[in-house]
């Protein structure tokens, strides 16, 4: 089945530091999400991309969908210790079911 | 708005018991999803209903079975629980319908520990 290879794994940065993180896919998908999920929480979705080469920002978070379709990362300028939690990638190809990359830890030293 | 609600939060069986969780989705969303979430496997895909029907399925047993109501809740049923089964469950809802609507609102998940 479809597989998404997202890393890094985990980071651990300094308070004010730019983040990266990417997703790559064998199969191509048609829309690219970027969650975070809290402790004992659900992921809460932070930015829907829709087309291939859309580069899409939530204030401080920026993302963008690969012109491939195989690929998406995820910068977040000026880290802040709320951002602290397991970011997600996620792709759609068809219909309603997500793949998920298997998740990003971020850690910020304050 | 309301979010999601998921019931209950924490749940803990015994090998061999059943389970049925549940889950309101966002009041005017049809489509509910299921994915079970374990730090070996991360979030997988279950199951997916809209208006009642099963849309999309994942690749688990059939012990793992759903069913949606004319509401749009939905719940989950796992029979002869095993070990494996612990999970963190989480129900997302969305529209379904519409290439825009795809982005899933999740609730806080059900934590079900088999013991």
């Known amino acids: 089945g479809q597989q998404l290879n997202q890393s890094p794994q985990s980071m651990f940065i300094q308070e004010g530091e730019d983040v990266s993180m990417n997703c790559t896919s064998s199969?191509?998908?048609?829309?690219w999400l970027w969650y975070k999920q809290d402790p004992g929480e659900g992921p809460v979705l932070l930015i829907a991309l829709y087309k291939a080469g859309e580069l899409t920002s939530n204030g401080r978070l920026t993302a963008q969908f690969g012109i491939t379709r195989k690929d998406s990362f995820l910068n977040i300028s000026a880290s802040i210790p709320s951002d602290v939690g397991i970011y997600f990638c996620?792709?759609?190809?068809?219909?309603?079911?997500?793949?998920f990359g298997g998740g990003t830890r971020l850690m910020v030293k304050p | 708005k309301a979010g999601v609600t998921q019931t209950p939060r924490y749940l803990i069986k015994t090998r061999g018991q059943q389970v049925t969780l549940s889950c309101s989705p966002i009041s005017g969303h049809r489509s509910v999803s299921w994915y079970q979430q374990t730090p070996g496997q991360g979030l997988q895909f279950l199951f997916e209903y809209f208006s009642e029907t099963q849309r999309n399925k994942g690749n688990f047993p059939g012990r793992f079975s759903g069913r949606q109501f004319s509401n749009s809740r939905s719940e989950m049923n796992v029979s002869t629980l095993e070990l494996g089964d612990s999970a963190l469950y989480l129900c997302?809802?969305?529209?379904?319908?519409?290439?825009?609507?795809?982005?899933?609102?999740f609730g806080s998940g059900t934590r079900l520990t088999v013991v």
């Open positions: 199969s191509i998908f048609n829309t």
């Open positions: 996620a792709g759609l190809y068809a219909g309603n079911m997500l793949t």
């Open positions: 997302a809802s969305s529209s379904g319908q519409g290439v825009l609507n795809y982005g899933y609102t």
